[in-house]
């Protein structure tokens, strides 16, 4: 719950500052438009807001992703104690802290991989 609660509010703070940093031009533009508040939101703000949002979004969820338990079942502490454990037992810390490595690595690329593509499809640049 409090890790839910705490990844919201962050998360409701970047889409927050995405949308705050859409020019007030933009806004003005939709006014003179006549479009309604909901309709520049979805027309003019959001879809440009987006495009900000994918590369902070991203980021923060890899970063939860690191700093939280891999999975319900396989946690950090867990997955370097796990590591410490077999890396004492048969006297290969290389090979173990690489694989404990290549774990977190097999989590978090694909999310990452995955933020390029829609970065791509959304022709955002940096």
Excluded: D
């Excluded at 509010?9 to 806004?27: D, K, M, P």
């Excluded at 949002?53 to 104690?81: C, D, N, R, Y």
């Amino acid at each position: 719950m409090a890790l839910t609660l705490f990844t919201s509010a962050f998360l409701a703070e970047i889409w927050r500052g995405c949308v705050q940093s859409i020019a007030r031009g933009q806004w003005e533009a939709a006014e003179s438009l006549a479009l309604t508040r909901l309709e520049t939101l979805r027309h003019v703000v959001l879809p440009q807001a987006l495009r900000i949002a994918v590369a902070p979004t991203v980021g923060f969820s890899v970063q939860v992703v690191k700093g939280t338990a891999v999975t319900s079942i396989i946690g950090f502490t867990e997955l370097t104690k796990t590591g410490s454990m077999l890396a004492n037992a048969t006297f290969e810390p290389f090979l173990v802290y690489g694989l404990v490595a290549l774990g977190y690595f097999a989590i978090c690329y694909p999310l990452s991989l995955a933020a390029h593509r829609l970065e791509r499809r959304l022709n955002v640049t940096a």
